[in-house]
C-alpha cells in the first residue's frame, strides 16, 4: 500500500501564493496518474489537478486553471502543487492521491485509491 505525505500547507494572505509537495512511498510512482484534491469547509471533496505518469500531460479545475501548476519528480517520487493568486476561495484541506490503476487517465474522484492525510491551507482577506 502506498504512502503519501503533502506538506506546505498554511496561513496565506490573499494575492499570495505556497507550493504544496506530496512525497509517496513505493517503487512505482511513475506509473500513476497523480492529483491533487481538496475539500473546504461545508463542501464535498473536489478535483484540483491532475498530471500524468510522465508529467506531459496536466489537467486542470476551472477555479484554478491558470494560477495552480501542477508538476512531478518522478526522480523523488513527489508531486507539487504550486498555488499563486490564492483567493479565499482556495481556503480548503488539500490531499495528494495517487489513481487506484497505472496508466490511466481519468480525473474523477472515485477513481483514485490512495489518499494522503491531507494539508490546510487558508487564505486570508
Known amino acids: 500500500q502506498v504512502q503519501l505525505v503533502e506538506s506546505g500547507g498554511g496561513l496565506v494572505q490573499a494575492g499570495g501564493s505556497l507550493r504544496l509537495s506530496c512525497a509517496a512511498s513505493?517503487?512505482?510512482?511513475?506509473?500513476?496518474?497523480m492529483g491533487w484534491f481538496r475539500q473546504g469547509p461545508g463542501k464535498e471533496r473536489e478535483f484540483v489537478a491532475t498530471i500524468s505518469w510522465g508529467g506531459r500531460s496536466t489537467y486542470y479545475a476551472d477555479a484554478v486553471k491558470g494560477r495552480f501548476t501542477i508538476s512531478r519528480d518522478n526522480a523523488k517520487n513527489t508531486v507539487y502543487l504550486q498555488m499563486n493568486s490564492l483567493i479565499p476561495e482556495d481556503t480548503a484541506a488539500y490531499y495528494c492521491?495517487?489513481?487506484?490503476?497505472?496508466?490511466?487517465?481519468?480525473?474523477?474522484?472515485?477513481?483514485?485509491?490512495?489518499w494522503g492525510q491531507g494539508t490546510q491551507v487558508t487564505v486570508s482577506s
Open positions: 492521491a495517487r489513481h487506484a490503476l497505472p496508466f490511466t487517465i481519468t480525473s474523477r474522484t472515485a477513481d483514485f485509491g490512495s
Open positions: 513505493g517503487r512505482t510512482f511513475s506509473n500513476y496518474v
